[in-house]
């Protein structure tokens, strides 16, 4: 199975500063297609995930243009560039090349 | 409007069985796989199984094979889960998920319905 491993597990950041998950895989989610099948989620408190970035930097619809993701191969990142009170909750990155579907253990992002 | 709605949790025994349904509107499910994916209390996201968009084709995670079954009917737009000989460990909320290709991740995801295995 393709571990994914996310850091820092928690983050705490004051509203309208930057704020950036680091997410690596244990093997490339690059396909033969040339897709990179790397999503990331937001877990908002009592609710369920919601899709963010798609394919590593595809933002989903309706999702703000302060979330961006980049990287390739096995290291991938999430950047909010002003953190607003809304997005805090548990980032999770995935990879969505192999079965079984794997997650990192997730990112608590709060406000200071 | 893309919707998934899960029904079907509840208390069970250890042992005992569970069906959940996850109920889908707004898109052509029959084009779709589906997936669920379980969150036990506390922790992060376990993908538990998935469907192709006909129901020819299913794939279990290892924790989880033997003992769910996943199935779809395509007439009725709606996905199941059959949970039998459950454990302490599969209690969790299991979600239900759209597919975003294949491979791919998955983009729409239903509320949730809350499965507790206790005596």
């Known amino acids: 199975d393709i571990v994914m491993t996310q850091s820092p597990l928690s983050l705490s950041v004051t509203p309208g500063q930057p704020a950036s998950i680091s997410c690596k895989s244990s093997?490339?989610?690059?396909?033969?297609?040339?897709?990179?099948?790397l999503y990331w989620y937001l877990q908002k408190p009592g609710q369920s995930p919601q899709l963010l970035i798609y394919?590593?930097?595809s933002r989903f619809s309706g999702v703000p243009d302060r979330f961006s993701g980049s990287g390739s191969g096995t290291d991938f990142t999430l950047k909010i560039s002003r953190v607003e009170a809304e997005d805090v909750g548990v980032y999770y990155c995935?990879?969505?090349?192999?079965?079984?579907?794997?997650f990192g253990q997730g990112t608590k992002v709060e406000i200071k | 409007e893309v919707q998934l709605v899960e029904s079907g949790g509840g208390l069970v025994q250890p042992g005992g069985s569970l069906r959940l349904s996850c109920a889908a509107s707004?898109?052509?499910?029959?084009?779709?796989?589906m997936h669920w994916v379980r969150q036990a209390p506390g922790k992060g996201l376990l993908w538990v199984s998935r469907?192709?968009?006909?129901?020819?084709?299913?794939s279990y995670a290892d924790s989880v094979k033997g003992r769910f079954t996943i199935s779809r009917d395509n007439a009725k737009n709606t996905l199941y889960l059959q949970m039998n000989s459950l454990r302490a460990e599969d209690t969790a909320v299991y979600y239900c998920a759209r597919g975003y290709g294949a491979p791919g991740g998955f983009d729409y995801w239903g509320q949730g319905t809350l499965v507790t295995v206790s005596s």
């Open positions: 469907i192709n968009s006909d129901g020819s084709s299913t």
């Open positions: 995935m990879q969505g090349i192999h079965l079984p579907r794997t």
């Open positions: 093997q490339s989610l690059l396909h033969s297609d040339g897709k990179t099948y």
């Open positions: 394919e590593v930097s």
């Open positions: 707004g898109f052509t499910f029959s084009s779709y796989w």
